[in-house]
């Protein structure tokens, strides 16, 4: 597949989802390099969505690491249960946060942030990774961008 995404706008999010992920999934097939199809991940829900933020973070020596993202610099390293990364990290959970100012220890890397998603990448039943997007926008994330979003993952593992 060409490197070039059909972006659709003014759509339900789920016809925005069904549009991108099968995209996702093209630019997947045939690359085994991690790095390489995260950045690719990254810039495609940024391009489709406009989120702040949207990245992933690795787990390395105890730590989450910055790994491939777009939008503005992020916190390089996350402690285990610190901010929402970390806490979803440690419950091995997805967590949707309407209002980073209200989750108690939020990390606040940008403070253009304003609600926030996380989902761990599990992989042998270990939790390798994260997915993080951040909005501007208040209560932008749902169970919707959970679900999509974990498909988005699984093609990733595979």
């Known amino acids: 597949m ?45 391009e489709q969505f406009a ?16 790994g491939p993202f777009q939008g503005p610099v992020a916190c390089t390293r996350i402690r285990k249960g610190k901010g929402v990364c970390g806490t979803a990290w440690a419950e091995a959970k997805t967590l949707i946060v309407d209002d980073v100012d209200e989750f108690p220890g939020h990390i606040a890397c940008s403070s253009a942030s304003r609600s926030e998603i996380v989902l761990p990448i599990i992989k042998d039943h270990i939790v390798i990774g994260v997915l993080d997007a951040d909005s501007a ?22």
């Open 51 to 66: 989120w702040l933020w949207v990245g992933f973070y690795l787990v390395k020596d105890e730590e989450l690491v910055l």
């Open 137 to 158: 926008e208040l209560g932008n994330f749902d169970h919707v961008d959970e679900l999509y979003l974990n498909k988005i993952i699984a093609m990733i593992n595979t």
């Open 2 to 46: 060409a490197e070039d995404l059909k972006i659709i706008k003014g759509e339900r999010k789920e016809e925005q989802y069904d549009s991108l992920v099968p995209q996702i999934q093209a630019l997947l097939q045939g690359e085994d390099d991690l790095i390489a199809n995260l950045g690719n991940v990254a810039a495609a829900l940024k």
